[in-house]
């Protein structure tokens, strides 16, 4: 560990107790999960009860969908092209807009990270 001044650290807390703007949200949550996934502590029992219940949540939200769009898929007469556009076509184009806004993010924290990477001066 290298020693750090105290005005260094002050700076640090500082910085870290910043949460209302975007870059500094970012910054901390990507802290939060760099620290829980390089820690050398095994995780405790809340927090596999609670990465558990992220997964199962996720999990039934996407079995709904499947269940939802293979019943519409079923349940519409035509031709198999149509019925695959009937059953399928409005999750195709939510899974497109989704990626389409997250690569959109992507690419503006990249280039707010580029730029941003200047710590502001210190209040005084």
């Known amino acids: 560990m290298t020693k750090r001044s105290p005005n260094e650290f002050r700076r640090d807390i500082e ?4 949460n209302i703007v975007y870059p500094d949200t970012l910054r901390n949550e990507t802290r939060a999960w760099r620290n ?3 820690s050398k502590e095994p995780l405790s029992v809340l927090q596999v009860v609670g990465i558990l219940l ?3 949540l996720v999990l039934s939200v996407l079995l709904l969908m499947g269940y939802a769009a293979f019943e519409q898929f079923h349940s519409t007469s035509g031709s198999v092209l149509n019925r695959i556009i ?3 076509g409005p999750w195709v184009i939510i899974v497109l807009l989704c990626g389409a806004v997250f690569l959109l993010l992507r690419w503006r924290i990249q280039k707010a990270l580029v730029g941003g990477n ?3 001066p210190l209040a005084k």
């Open 86 to 88: 009937a059953g399928f």
């Open 36 to 38: 829980l996934i390089s």
């Open 118 to 120: 200047k710590r502001p």
């Open 54 to 56: 992220l997964y199962s």
């Open 15 to 18: 910085m870290r107790q910043r």
